[in-house]
């Protein structure tokens, strides 16, 4: 049951994204082209996410436990580091360059193109290398 | 050029939300594509690959089944897309998290390092594609 409901969430998600058009690396980019072709659509994704998620996990957190878990898995960090802010520079560099994110990319799967399936090829070898670098630390 | 979709792009967002909200109400887990894919990537399987396989499933069956058009362009060539999906991957890691765990599901926490990843990453992006498309003219 936890499967089948997990893989109709991840419907859901996919189809947010396909239809708020960040499957297609060129229209986000284009949000961040203020100089030139803007398309705001992006900051409408977002705004759309945020406002449901927010009003959502108030709802939802004040449960004592999810449906199928005993408790609900938070992020235990709260503390500002390089780390986070050094990755998230990259981070925002490589989404720059191809417009390709993890949550429009694995969507874009389903286009059938070759250009997701490249970008997570290399993402997931990037998340292998930098896990990597850091258990070596 | 790429057409401002205000109103598809909201109930997209919404979409999105309520996806965000079910995975916590459900599984009670924070649904972000990186935290997901990782997991799968060093053998955590079951619901993260099913949350995977929707989301490929559901443009596959919107576009091949249901006949939908929907527009889609890379800018970037193929070596380009390779050094983005390298930096993207290393980033998400020491970052720990992207658009969608930090973006979505960490600010709608309010969690103040979402916040701070938040503006880092959208800042970084706008500053690489203004350098890209307005300094050295498109890759």
């Known amino acids: 049951m936890p499967v089948i409901a997990a893989a109709l969430i991840g419907m859901i998600f996919g189809s947010g994204i396909l239809l708020g058009g960040m499957a297609n690396p060129a229209k986000v980019l284009n949000f961040f082209d203020v100089a030139g072709n803007w398309d705001p659509s992006l900051l409408f994704v977002m705004g759309g996410a945020l406002a449901v998620g927010f009003i959502g996990y108030r709802l939802v957190l004040r449960r004592p436990r999810p449906v199928f878990d005993t408790r609900f898995h938070l992020p235990a960090k709260s503390t500002i580091d390089t780390s986070l802010i050094g990755g998230s520079i990259l981070f925002g560099i490589g989404w720059g360059i191809a417009g390709f994110c993890p949550g429009g990319a694995i969507p874009g799967l389903g286009l059938l193109r070759p250009e997701p399936l490249l970008f997570l090829a290399a993402m997931s070898a990037g998340i292998l290398i930098a896990r990597r670098i850091r258990g070596a630390r | ?139």
């Open chain 2, 1 to 139: 050029m790429t057409e401002f979709t205000p109103w598809a792009s909201l109930a997209g967002g919404a979409l999105i939300g309520l996806a965000v909200v079910l995975l916590m109400a459900l599984h009670g887990r924070i649904a972000g594509m990186t935290g997901v894919l990782t997991g799968v990537l060093t053998g955590e399987r079951g619901w993260r690959l099913a949350f995977l396989a929707g989301a490929v499933l559901a443009p596959l069956l919107i576009t091949r089944v249901l006949g939908a058009e929907v527009p889609f362009a890379s800018p970037a060539g193929w070596p380009w897309i390779l050094v983005s999906g390298l930096l993207v991957g290393i980033g998400v890691t020491f970052g720990g998290g992207c658009t969608s765990g930090h973006g979505i599901c960490g600010n709608a926490r309010l969690s103040k390092r979402s916040i701070l990843a938040t503006i880092c990453f959208m800042l970084s992006a706008g500053v690489t594609v203004y350098g890209i498309r307005h300094l050295i003219g498109g890759l």
